[in-house]
């Protein structure tokens, strides 16, 4: 489903919006995140009490979408579908996109990292079912 352009802007590190389905009653709500592209799809991690994880449960659908950033030609991917939670791998994933994000050289970058660290995290997985693209 996501072609060779898309992987090629998936991985690099952008920030993605993230959308989930809402609470009953209550809008969707869209976040900036970091994310890894994967075999299955694109995976992001939260911290297990954000509400986010408490709407995905409930409604297991989430979108991500990506732009180049300004200065280069428009383009941007949105990918969606059924979202897993993952109790293993969030660690991991948190500590390989802080090295591509961030400088962790920096004491207080670091010193970030080790903060999400310490928080409960999950990881979630989109499965992609639908891709959309514009350029």
Not at 32 to 61: C, N, S
Not at 87 to 113: F, H, Q, T, V
């Amino acid at each position: 489903m996501l072609t060779t352009e898309d992987r090629a802007l998936l991985e690099r590190p952008l920030h993605g919006y993230l959308t989930v389905a809402p609470a009953e009653g209550r809008r969707p709500v869209t976040r900036p995140v970091w994310f890894g592209l994967t075999p299955a799809g694109v995976e992001v991690f939260t911290m297990a009490g954000a509400p986010k994880l408490d709407r995905v449960r409930a409604d297991p659908w989430a979108s991500l979408v990506v732009a180049a950033p300004e200065g280069e030609t428009e383009r941007w991917v949105a990918v969606s579908g059924g979202v897993t939670v993952h109790d293993d791998g969030a660690d991991e994933l948190a500590r390989r996109l802080a090295g591509e994000y961030w400088d962790l050289a920096d004491p207080e970058s670091a010193a970030a990292l080790d903060a999400m660290l310490a928080a409960d995290l999950v990881r979630l997985v989109i499965h992609p079912d639908d891709v959309r693209r514009g350029a």
